[in-house]
């Protein structure tokens, strides 16, 4: 659940608020009833490894001057 804390009590209690967001707690915060930012709690990404065998994979294989023709039919170039 998220939290609704003023600018003034994050400025107070700053080392809490963070232990508490390591935590997993998240909070919005307000100056003067308005929202101004949410603080939530940073979450590692897997991040996929690729090979040089999945770029391969991957590759384009179309004609190698297809922008100059993406071009030329689009702006009349030639």
């Known amino acids: 659940m998220v939290q609704i804390i003023g600018v003034k009590e994050l400025y107070k209690n700053l080392n809490t608020i963070s232990e508490?967001?390591?935590?997993?707690?998240a909070f919005i915060v307000v100056k003067r009833s308005k929202p101004l930012f949410q603080?939530?709690?940073?979450?590692?990404?897997d991040k996929k490894q690729y090979t040089s065998s999945d770029l391969k994979k991957i590759q384009f294989?179309?004609?190698k001057n297809l922008s100059q023709?993406?071009?030329?039919?689009l702006y009349g170039n030639s």
């Open 69 to 73: 023709k993406i071009d030329a039919i």
């Open 39 to 45: 603080l939530l709690p940073y979450k590692e990404v």
């Open 61 to 63: 294989k179309g004609p």
């Open 20 to 25: 508490r967001s390591l935590r997993g707690e």
